[in-house]
T-cell receptor, first 115, second 115 residues
């Protein structure tokens, strides 16, 4: 079974609008971490935001926020005020303590920001 | 502070040849990870070093792959002999903390093309 599911292979958003990228996960661990990474066309993986399973508040980093709904096992990324430079692939990933600390990635969502 | 650096950024070799990829983690990061994304597939974990020790190498595909981290600083990943299916992007990542807490920073990746 897929551990990380990103159901949106591609999305468009108008510049300056907000966009939500979906991510659901599957784990039986009580302790885990959730990550979002951005991969622009140049190829590097850029860390955006992190949420620990015991964190009670949603993580925020500038224009990025993580809508963490533990009971639903979802960790959606919200990007506010989209910019043209936000066009990229976005990967959701999970690290489970019982899985040897390896990251499991979703298939990614390609976000395209329209001017 | 320098980020995770990887060399070479792109390598093109023929089937049967050997390639060595290098990763320099962020200074002070004891944890070093290798991941790869072969074409059209998800990013997959290869292995995890804690200092010079292999903590988890469950993702290594076969014995043609050899990873080392002598002295607990930089790491190398050697593919010998390379096969066509080894083509993809090899990412290195490092973190100060292990476990589910802590951020994980990736390098820009080394693209390997096997002809």
């Amino acid at each position: 079974a897929q551990k990380i599911t990103q159901t949106q292979p591609g999305m468009f958003v108008q510049e300056k609008e907000a966009v939500t990228l979906d991510c659901t996960y599957d784990t039986s661990d009580q302790s885990y971490g959730l990550f979002w990474y951005k991969q622009p066309s140049s190829g590097e993986m850029i860390f955006l935001i992190y949420q620990g399973s015991y964190d009670e508040q949603n993580a925020t980093e500038g224009r990025y926020s993580l809508n963490f709904q533990k009971a639903r096992k979802s960790a959606n990324l919200v990007i506010s005020a989209s910019q043209l430079g936000d066009s990229a692939m976005y990967f959701c990933a999970m690290r489970e303590l019982d899985a040897g600390n390896m990251l499991t990635f979703g298939g990614g969502t390609r976000l395209m920001v329209k001017p | 502070e320098a980020g995770v650096t990887q060399f070479p950024s792109h390598s093109v070799i023929e089937k049967g040849q050997t390639v060595t990829l290098r990763c320099d983690p962020i200074s002070g990061h004891d944890n070093l990870y290798w991941y790869r994304r072969v074409m059209g597939k998800e990013i997959k974990f290869l292995l995890h070093f804690v200092k010079e020790s292999k903590q988890d190498e469950s993702g290594m595909p076969n014995n043609r792959f050899l990873a080392e981290r002598t002295g607990g600083t930089y790491s190398t990943l050697k593919v010998q002999p390379a096969e066509l299916e080894d083509s993809g992007v090899y990412f290195c990542a490092s973190s100060r903390l292990a476990g589910v807490i802590g951020e994980l920073f990736f390098g820009e990746g080394s693209r390997l093309t096997v002809l």
